[in-house]
C-alpha cells in the first residue's frame, strides 16, 4: 500500500517562502512520476508541477513558473516543491500525487496516489 503523506504547509505573508515536502513509503520510489496540484476553495483542484521519475524533467503550470521549485530525492523517498515569491491567489489545499511512468503527467486523473493534502494560506 502506497502512502503519500504532504507536510511544511501553514500561514506565510505575501512575498514569503514554504516548502513542501511529499514522503512515500510501501512502494518503490524510483519508479514514480509525481506532482504536485492544488485546489482553493469553490474551484477545481489544478496543476501545479511534474517531475519525471528520474528528477531530469520538470513542467510548471504558468501561474507558478519562475516562483516554484519541484524536486525529488529518492534516497529520502521524498518530492518537495520549493514556493518562492508567494501571492494570496497561492492560497490552496496543495497535494502531492504519484504513479509509475516515465512521463511527465500533468492530468490528476493520470495519477495512481495521493496525499491527503495540506493546506497553505497566504496573507496579503
Known amino acids: 500500500q502506497v502512502q503519500l503523506i504532504e507536510s511544511g504547509g501553514g500561514l506565510v505573508q505575501a512575498g514569503g517562502s514554504l516548502r513542501l515536502s511529499c514522503a512515500a513509503s510501501?512502494?518503490?520510489?524510483?519508479?514514480?512520476?509525481m506532482g504536485w496540484f492544488r485546489q482553493a476553495a469553490g474551484k477545481e483542484r489544478e496543476f501545479v508541477a511534474a517531475?519525471?521519475?528520474?528528477?531530469?524533467?520538470?513542467q510548471y503550470a504558468d501561474s507558478v513558473k519562475g516562483r516554484f521549485t519541484i524536486s525529488k530525492n529518492s534516497a529520502k523517498n521524498t518530492m518537495y516543491l520549493q514556493m518562492n515569491s508567494l501571492k494570496p491567489e497561492d492560497t490552496a489545499v496543495y497535494y502531492c500525487?504519484?504513479?509509475?511512468?516515465?512521463?511527465?503527467?500533468?492530468?490528476?486523473?493520470?495519477?495512481?496516489?495521493w496525499g491527503q493534502g495540506i493546506q497553505v494560506t497566504v496573507s496579503s
Open positions: 517531475i519525471t521519475r528520474s528528477g531530469g524533467n520538470t
Open positions: 510501501g512502494g518503490t520510489f524510483s519508479t514514480y512520476a
Open positions: 500525487a504519484a504513479r509509475d511512468g516515465v512521463a511527465l503527467y500533468i492530468g490528476s486523473k493520470s495519477y495512481t496516489y
